[in-house]
T-cell receptor, first 113, second 111 residues
Framework: DGGITQSPKYLFRKEGQNVTLSCEQN?????MYWYRQDPGQGLRLIYY???????QKGDIAEGYSVSREKKESFPLTVTSAQKNPTAFYLC????????????FGPGTRLTVL | SQQGEEDPQALSIQEGENATMNCSYK?????LQWYRQNSGRGLVHLIL?????REKHSGRLRVTLDTSKKSSSLLITASRAADTASYFC???????????FGAGTILRVKS
C-alpha cells in the first residue's frame, strides 16, 4: 500500500522549542518537498530535495531546517528562530520532473502555545 | 509574490450546476496542474495541462490554458456535494523546478 505519511497529525510547541515533523514515502520517489499553508492561502515552499543527501531552500526557508539521509525520509525541523510557526505543514513527493504530479501527505498542524 | 491569483476566492453553487475557477500568473508558467484539497487534508492531483496544450478533459473536469494571457481555467460540470473543497492551480516558472501555487478557490456545492 504505497503512499506518503506525516506524523504527528497535531503538534503543540512552546515558544523557544525546536520541533521535528516526520515525512516518509514508500513510492520510490526521488523528489520530496515541504510546504507551509496558512489559513485561506495557498502553499508556500519551505525546502525541497531532488535527490538523497541534497536539498535546496524554497521561498520561506528561514527558521526551518531539513535533512535527506534516506530516499524515503525528509524530516522538517521548525526551530525557535521561526517567529510565526503556527501553520499547517504539508509534505509531498514526486518523480521530480515538471510533468509529474506531487503526492501529498495528510499534513501536520503545528500550534505554538 | 510569485503566487498565482485565483478567481473567485469563493464560489457557492447548487448541485448539478457547473463551477468555473480561474487562475492567472504574472509570468509565464509551464506544465500547469490543478489540485483539490478537502478541509484539513492533503492535496490531491486532478489534472495536468502541458504548455503546448490548450484544452484537456478528464471525466467531469475541463481545463483550458491560455499562454498568451498566462491564465488557466478549471470547469467542473454537473457538480456534486462531494465536490465541495478548495481548488488550487500550480505551475512551474520558466526554467524553474518549483511548483508555484495559486491562493485557491473555495467551492461549496449545496445539495
Amino acid at each position: 500500500d504505497g503512499g506518503i505519511t506525516q506524523s504527528p497529525k497535531y503538534l503543540f510547541r512552546k515558544e523557544g522549542q525546536n520541533v521535528t515533523l516526520s515525512c516518509e514515502q514508500n513510492l520510490n520517489h526521488d523528489a520530496m518537498y515541504w510546504y507551509r499553508q496558512d489559513p485561506g492561502q495557498g502553499l508556500r515552499l519551505i525546502y525541497y530535495s531532488q535527490i538523497v543527501n541534497d536539498f535546496q531552500k524554497g521561498d520561506i526557508a528561514e527558521g526551518y531546517s531539513v535533512s535527506r539521509e534516506k530516499k524515503e525520509s525528509f524530516p522538517l525541523t521548525v526551530t525557535s528562530a521561526q517567529k510565526n510557526p503556527t501553520a499547517f505543514y504539508l509534505c509531498a513527493s514526486s518523480m521530480g520532473r515538471q510533468v509529474d504530479e506531487q503526492f501529498f501527505g495528510p499534513g501536520t498542524r503545528l500550534t505554538v502555545l | 509574490s510569485q503566487q498565482g491569483e485565483e478567481d473567485p476566492q469563493a464560489l457557492s453553487i447548487q448541485e448539478g450546476e457547473n463551477a468555473t475557477m480561474n487562475c492567472s500568473y504574472k509570468t509565464s508558467i509551464n506544465n500547469l496542474q490543478w489540485y483539490r484539497q478537502n478541509s484539513g487534508r492533503g492535496l490531491v492531483h486532478l489534472i495536468l495541462i502541458r504548455s503546448n496544450e490548450r484544452e484537456k478533459h478528464s471525466g467531469r473536469l475541463r481545463v483550458t490554458l491560455d499562454t498568451s494571457k498566462k491564465s488557466s481555467s478549471l470547469l467542473i460540470t454537473a457538480s456534486r456535494a462531494a465536490d465541495t473543497a478548495s481548488y488550487f492551480c500550480a505551475g512551474y516558472m520558466e526554467y524553474g523546478n518549483k511548483l508555484v501555487f495559486g491562493a485557491g478557490t473555495i467551492l461549496r456545492v449545496k445539495s
